[in-house]
C-alpha cells in the first residue's frame, strides 16, 4: 500500500523587488522555509521591459530556468549565449564559478517575461566542477495525460506514470513535474522515499489527500510535504471555475558551510579560483541597464 505524504506547512509566497526592477515571489530560502537541502530558492519571476538580472557570479550550485511567457537572453563570461523562449528550460552548473547576465525580451506590448527558478545545491564531490549548461527546449519535454485527459503531466526531470524525462540534465538528480489538472481531475503521483519535496502552486486552487482528509491550497502558496511517505495525491473540484498548475519537485539531500559562501565571495571580489574570468567582464545584454 502507498502511504500519503503529510504537509508539513503551506504559506503564501508574497511579491518583492529582485535584481534591477524585476518582482519575484520567492518561497524557498525565505524565513518560512530554510534548510530544505537541496533546494536554496524558488523564484516565480515577473521581468518587464527595461528590468532584468545584469551581470552577477555563482558558485556550488545548479540553477533550472523554466520560462512561463515570453523570453529570456542569457551571456555568460566563458563566451556563453543563449535565448530561452516560452515553455523552454536551462539547467546551468555553476560548479567553481560563473558570472553571467540574465536580460529579459523587450516585448513590443509591455509585457512581462515570466518563469520560474530553482536552485539546486550541488553535492560536495562536485563544487568545483567546470560549469556546464543543458537546455531543454519546450518541444522536448515528454509528457503524459492521467484520469482520462483531465490531468496533464510535463516531465520535465524525474518519472510520472511510466513516462521518464530527459536524461543528464542536472547533477543533482532532481524530480521537476509540470502538472495541469482539469475541473474535476485527480492525481497520485508517486516520488523517491525520504527526499524533500514541495508543490508550488502556479495557477488555480488544488487540494490535497483524499476524502476527509483533503486540504484546499490556493495560487502562489507554497506546500511542504513531510519525508515519510511515497506518494502525493492532488485534485481538483469539479465545479473549479480553472484548471489547476502545481510545479512539484523532489530532491535529496546535501550540505553547504557558511565558510564555503564566505570563500566564494572571497574569490569572486579577488577574480580567483574560477572567478579569473570576470576581470574587466562585462556582457553586452546587460549594458541596457548601465546608466
Known amino acids: 500500500m502507498s502511504v500519503p505524504r503529510a504537509i508539513r506547512k503551506a504559506f503564501l509566497a508574497v511579491e518583492q523587488a529582485e535584481g534591477a526592477g524585476a518582482r519575484v515571489r520567492r518561497s524557498v530560502g525565505t524565513p518560512n522555509l530554510r534548510n530544505f537541502s537541496p533546494f536554496l530558492m524558488l523564484d516565480h519571476f515577473s521581468i518587464k521591459p527595461g528590468a532584468g538580472f545584469p551581470d552577477h557570479p555563482h558558485r556550488g550550485q545548479e540553477t533550472i530556468t523554466y520560462l512561463l511567457s515570453g523570453g529570456v537572453d542569457h551571456e555568460d563570461f566563458a563566451g556563453n549565449r543563449g535565448t530561452l523562449n516560452a515553455g523552454d528550460l536551462q539547467f546551468m552548473t555553476a560548479g567553481r564559478g560563473i558570472v553571467h547576465a540574465e536580460m529579459p525580451r523587450q516585448n513590443p506590448d ?26 531543454l527546449r519546450a518541444s522536448e519535454i515528454p509528457s503524459v495525460d492521467v484520469d482520462d485527459g483531465r490531468v496533464t503531466v510535463k516531465v520535465i526531470s524525474g518519472q510520472s506514470h511510466g513516462v521518464d524525462s530527459v536524461k543528464d540534465l542536472a547533477y543533482t538528480p532532481v524530480w521537476l513535474l509540470d502538472v495541469t489538472i482539469r475541473p474535476g481531475g485527480k492525481i497520485t503521483q508517486p516520488l523517491p522515499q525520504g527526499w524533500s519535496s514541495f508543490a508550488y502552486i502556479l495557477e488555480g486552487d488544488v487540494a490535497f489527500g483524499k476524502d476527509s482528509d483533503r486540504t484546499k491550497i490556493a495560487q502562489y502558496h507554497n506546500v511542504v510535504f513531510e519525508t ?12 473549479a471555475k480553472e484548471p489547476a ?34 576581470k574587466d567582464w562585462q556582457s553586452e545584454i546587460g549594458k541596457s541597464m548601465m546608466h
Open 228 to 239: 515519510a511517505g511515497d506518494v502525493v495525491h492532488m485534485e481538483v473540484d469539479a465545479d
Open 110 to 135: 509591455g509585457s512581462a517575461n515570466v518563469g520560474l527558478q530553482l536552485w539546486v545545491d550541488l553535492p560536495e564531490n562536485l563544487k568545483d566542477c567546470e560549469p556546464r549548461y543543458r537546455d
Open 245 to 278: 498548475r502545481p510545479i512539484v519537485q523532489y530532491g535529496p539531500f546535501v550540505v553547504s558551510s557558511k565558510e564555503a559562501v564566505y570563500k566564494a565571495l572571497f574569490d569572486y571580489q579577488t577574480f580567483s579560483n574560477g572567478f579569473e574570468r570576470a
